[in-house]
């Protein structure tokens, strides 16, 4: 398996995790950690198909950017920078507003899409090769 090709079947693996566990015991923040986990690793995943080495970051605006130098970055995947607040924020107990099963919701839908994106992205890539 090529070194992107882990980076992205991770990132499938916490969008997985982010949809096991949703019942009263679970936290929607901890899921939406996992949504924030996935986009991040994909687009991880991406860069070093691109063959980048990806900053060290948590970030999605960040590493978005550096995508820029290789491709053209849509306005529904340019909503992943939405997620970025997961992986800080909400990690841990403290000052924030609870995260509504709507806004989880909205997390699994934009994560989706930037999963498809980046498989997409790197299956045009391959057969334009």
């Given at each position: 398996?090529?070194?992107?090709e882990?980076?992205v079947?991770?990132?499938?693996?916490?969008?997985?995790?982010?949809?096991?566990?949703?019942?009263?015991?679970?936290?929607y923040?901890?899921?939406?950690?996992?949504?924030?986990?996935?986009?991040?690793?994909?687009?991880?995943?991406?860069?070093?198909?691109?063959?980048?080495?990806?900053?060290?970051?948590?970030?999605?605006?960040?590493?978005?950017?550096?995508?820029?130098?290789?491709?053209?970055?849509?306005?529904?995947?340019?909503?992943?920078?939405?997620?970025?607040?997961?992986?800080?924020?909400?990690?841990?107990?403290?000052?924030?507003?609870?995260?509504?099963?709507?806004?989880?919701?909205?997390?699994?839908?934009?994560t989706?899409?930037?999963?498809?994106?980046?498989?997409?992205?790197?299956?045009?890539?391959?057969?334009?090769?």
């Amino acid at each position: 398996m090529e070194r992107y090709e882990s980076w992205v079947e991770r990132a499938k693996s916490s969008f997985e995790i982010s949809k096991l566990a949703v019942n009263i015991n679970v936290y929607y923040e901890d899921l939406c950690f996992q949504l924030q986990q996935a986009a991040e690793k994909a687009l991880k995943g991406l860069l070093i198909y691109y063959g980048v080495e990806p900053e060290f970051t948590h970030n999605i605006g960040i590493l978005l950017n550096a995508l820029k130098k290789f491709t053209g970055i849509p306005e529904n995947i340019k909503e992943t920078i939405k997620l970025t607040k997961y992986a800080i924020v909400t990690r841990y107990p403290g000052e924030y507003d609870e995260i509504t099963k709507e806004e989880y919701e909205m997390a699994v839908k934009i994560t989706k899409e930037c999963l498809n994106w980046v498989e997409n992205k790197i299956k045009e890539s391959a057969e334009n090769k």
